[in-house]
């Protein structure tokens, strides 16, 4: 459990993705898994807001979700910071990982 900014208690159980930047443009599955068609709840760490998505793929704990539609060449944002660029388009929902995302050092 936490405290959001109203004071009121939270139940961590009901949240399948954390997002910790508004300005992200991923979030990271905290379940076991997300399957495919699954409506995702999401926590907005920065501000404590909460919004949803509906997932494409399978997606493993830890693993990242795109939560909006991702062009090849667009920057992957987490923690509010450049962790890599899109090389294969991404749809809202879909699976990000090395398949579609490479680092900008290599």
């Known amino acids: 459990?936490?405290?959001?900014?109203n004071k009121e208690f939270v139940s961590m159980a009901n949240t399948d993705i954390?997002?910790?930047d508004e300005?992200?443009?991923?979030?990271v599955v905290v379940i076991e898994k997300v399957?495919?068609?699954q409506d995702c709840n999401?926590?907005?760490?920065?501000?404590?807001k909460s919004v949803s998505i509906q997932s494409k793929d399978e997606?493993?704990?830890?693993?990242?979700i795109a939560m909006?539609?991702?062009n090849e060449g667009d920057t992957i944002l987490k923690y509010?910071?450049?962790?890599?660029?899109?090389?294969?388009?991404?749809?809202?929902?879909?699976?990000?990982?090395?398949?579609?995302?490479?680092?900008?050092?290599?």
């Open 1 to 5: 459990m936490y405290q959001n900014s």
């Open 18 to 20: 954390i997002i910790h």
């Open 23 to 27: 300005k992200d443009n991923v979030g």
């Open 35 to 37: 399957t495919p068609n």
């Open 42 to 48: 999401c926590w907005i760490m920065e501000n404590d």
């Open 59 to 64: 997606i493993p704990l830890g693993h990242k």
């Open 68 to 70: 909006v539609d991702l």
């Open 80 to 106: 509010g910071q450049d962790i890599g660029k899109v090389v294969k388009s991404i749809k809202k929902g879909e699976h990000v990982h090395v398949h579609n995302v490479k680092t900008k050092k290599w």
